[in-house]
Each structure stands twice: as C-alpha cells, then as structure tokens.
C-alpha cells in the first residue's frame, strides 16, 4: 500500500500562484509515476498532469504554460507549482500513483479556490 499525503492548497486570486506537495509512503517499490488529478464542484475528475520515475511528463491542455509537475525521487515527493491561476483551475486536487500493475493510489485531495 502507499499512502500519499498533499499538502499546500488554499485561496488565491486570479493570477496568483500555488505549490502543492504530494508525501508519499509506504511500499514504493513499483511506483512508475505520479501525478495530479483535480475535480470541481459537479463535474468528473480530471487528469492534470503526471511525471514518471524517469522525470518524463504530461499536462491537461487546459494547464500547459502554467502548471509545471516535479518530483523528488527520494523524497518521495511530487510537487505541482501552478502559476498564473484562473477561476476556472478551483477544485479538489488529489495526488495520485501508479505502479506497474496499474494500481492507481490515491490522496485526500486538497482544496484549491481561485476567486476572481
């Protein structure tokens, strides 16, 4: 089991910027990558980005330009630092990973509001 942890959500106003981080825990062993999905109020949730082991990415059209995913291999960290936030970017954002079995783990989800 792996067990992640966010951190760094809030309110912000419209062009402000955020850094989440992800502490993951637990068995890592065959966790290829991790990443960020988000859900707002009403709707599906929504990949954002992810980052394999190897540092390669990928980003929702939606967040390319402003959004830039990291990780710390040993940290077990993963970071999302957003920039230039819109009100349509307000959800739950919730850390994922993955392993090779394609086991998805899950956080909590942390809030992010963006006001305009």
């Known amino acids: 089991q792996v067990q992640l942890v966010e951190s760094g959500g809030g309110s912000v106003q419209a062009g402000g910027s955020l850094n989440l981080s992800c502490a993951a825990s637990?068995?890592?062993?065959?966790?290829?990558?991790m990443g960020w999905h988000r859900q707002a109020h009403g709707k599906q949730r929504d990949l954002v980005a992810t980052i394999t082991s190897g540092g390669s990415t990928n980003y929702a059209d939606s967040v390319k330009g402003r959004f830039t995913i990291s990780r710390d291999n040993a940290k077990n960290t993963a970071y999302l630092l957003m920039n230039s936030l819109k009100p349509e970017d307000t959800a739950v954002y919730y850390c994922t990973a993955r392993n090779i079995w394609g086991t998805f783990f899950w956080g909590q989800g942390t809030q992010v509001t963006v006001s305009s």
């Open positions: 637990g068995t890592m062993f065959g966790i290829v990558a």
